[in-house]
């Protein structure tokens, strides 16, 4: 993972690569409040629908999701990411996140020749970190056309997230001078979902970075994360992850192969 430039650190959370030269590697996606741009400059991965196999796009907008995708590629791989703050699409493409929720659009078709120009530069580019550049100047530039002003509530989405999801809905919603209907309202037009899920997919994610912690037994990373018992924290991991907890933490599941170097 790579930090952003101070102009993009409220709008990305970083940047990430991802690159493998063997065969036969499976990757299942989460469920996830942010969104991300995923650029696969070598080989390209299938996702698994259903017992059959359809190509992913190059460039995609993976939109906020409660879904579980699995995806694989028999051959070596390189694929350039941007994981982005989940208000970030409103602010960047200017639609409601609604509109992406559990979609995976390819950015030709979501941005015209603008998509095609940038995926073509992407592809092309010497490395990473010119791929950087040119990502951070289309996005700078896409800032800069698009001002939303609801300052308060990307802090709000903001707090949620530093506090991994443990937080009384209703004590954010008083916070920000607001009913809760327009609160919630509001809420889901930026990030997607109701501010109560959420806060969970948040706090299944902060269960997900104890990835690795021998310290820790699956107890202790359930009351550490704010579930109130263990089947609560059971049910939430296998909902978002198609995971039961043990087999996840036990390093055995699948696309987990980079968290352990």
Request: charged share 25%.
């Amino acid at each position: 993972t790579i930090p952003p430039p101070a102009s993009l650190e409220n709008i990305v959370r970083f940047f990430w690569v991802l690159e493998g030269d063997t065969c036969g590697y499976m990757h299942q996606s989460m469920a996830d409040v942010c969104p991300e741009m995923v650029f696969h400059y070598h080989g390209c991965f299938n996702e698994l629908k259903e017992g059959k196999t359809e190509r992913c796009s190059i460039t995609v907008l993976q939109g906020p999701s409660t879904n579980i995708r699995q995806f694989s590629i028999d051959k070596a791989f390189g694929i350039f990411g941007v994981y982005l703050y989940p208000y970030s699409i409103p602010l960047l493409f200017d639609i409601s996140a609604t509109e992406l929720n559990n979609q995976m659009p390819d950015l030709i078709s979501l941005l015209g020749e603008q998509g095609a120009e940038l995926e073509e530069k992407i592809m092309v580019a010497q490395n990473n970190n010119k791929r950087i550049e040119i990502i951070t100047q289309f996005l700078e530039r896409r800032l800069r056309k698009n001002q939303l002003h609801e300052n308060a509530l990307f802090t709000c989405i903001n707090y949620i997230i530093t506090s991994k999801g443990v937080i009384k809905i209703e004590e954010v919603a008083r916070q920000y001078f607001l009913s809760q209907r327009q609160f919630e309202r509001k809420f889901k037009e930026l990030s997607g979902f109701p501010p109560k899920l959420f806060a969970r997919i948040v706090r299944f994610h902060s269960a997900c970075e104890q990835f690795g912690n021998p310290h820790k037994s699956l107890t202790e990373i359930a009351y550490d994360c704010g579930y109130y018992d263990q089947s609560h924290f059971i049910h939430d991991f296998k909902e978002f992850s198609g995971y039961h907890p043990k087999h996840y933490f036990s390093g055995k599941a699948e696309g987990t192969e980079w968290k352990s170097n």
